[in-house]
T-cell receptor, first 117, second 110 residues
Framework: GAVVSQHPSRVICKSGTSVKIECRSL??????MFWYRQFPKQSLMLMAT?????????EQGVEKDKFLINHASLTLSTLTVTSAHPEDSSFYIC?????????????FGSGTRLTVV | KNEVEQSPQNLTAQEGEFITINCSYS?????LHWLQQHPGGGIVSLFM???GKKKHGRLIATINIQEKHSSLHITASHPRDSAVYIC????????????FGEGTQLTVNP
């Protein structure tokens, strides 16, 4: 089945630095990738939707200059948290859209736990 | 009121028990998904439903479109079933984003 590889699984960075998270579709082409953020004991919050070759669509309240999303190829989407601060510490997870209307499926990465110190 | 509501929020069971998790939604949907989130955070898609019932191993998922309700059942529960189970719906006919429930934390004790 479809597999999305997400790296790194854990990262600790200093405040003010940038962190890049990668999601790769291993055996299929991911034209659409969703990026989510999850705080402890809460559900997934959609940050942005990226489509290969075009600019990402950000959800209201998500700073596009802080959370840079690049989806330059059909197998790789990246999320860069720029000038990270402790409040950016969270669990970030990607999900690739598979299939086609009306039978969309969703394959999730394994997530990245970001800690900003 | 959330568009997707799950119950219960937390559920503790003894190994072998039959478990039911419920999901109600208030919007028109094209599909409903049940997801399993492991303690490490990874998420696995269990079922996609647009009508009726699906079964995979000890897991059964049902949906009633008229009542806007879905249930996830686990038969002969096992400690390895301990996880957060999330109901998510895809709205409309052309959009692809999901709307998530808050999740149900299931703990199965040996």
């Amino acid at each position: 089945g479809a597999v999305v590889s997400q790296h790194p699984s854990r990262v600790i960075c200093k405040s003010g630095t940038s962190v890049k998270i990668e999601c790769r579709s291993l055996d299929f082409q991911a034209t659409t990738m969703f990026w989510y953020r999850q705080f402890p004991k809460q559900s997934l919050m959609l940050m942005a939707t990226s489509n290969e070759g075009s600019k990402a669509t950000y959800e209201q309240g998500v700073e596009k200059d802080k959370f840079l999303i690049n989806h330059a190829s059909l197998t790789l989407s990246t999320l860069t948290v720029t000038s990270a601060h402790p409040e950016d510490s969270s669990f970030y997870i990607c999900s690739a859209l598979t299939g086609a209307i009306p039978d969309y499926g969703y394959t999730f990465g394994s997530g990245t736990r970001l800690t900003v110190v | 009121k959330n568009e997707v509501e799950q119950s219960p929020q937390n559920l503790t069971a003894q190994e072998g028990e039959f478990i039911t998790i419920n999901c109600s939604y208030s919007v028109g949907i094209s599909a409903l998904h049940w997801l399993q989130q492991h303690p490490g955070g990874g998420i696995v898609s269990l079922f996609m439903l647009s009508s009726g019932k699906k079964k995979h191993g000890r897991l059964i998922a049902t949906i009633n479109i008229q009542e806007k309700h879905s249930s996830l059942h686990i038969t002969a529960s096992h400690p390895r079933d301990s996880a957060v189970y999330i109901c998510a719906v895809r709205r409309g006919t052309s959009g692809s984003r999901l709307t998530f429930g808050e999740g149900t934390q299931l703990t199965v004790n040996p």
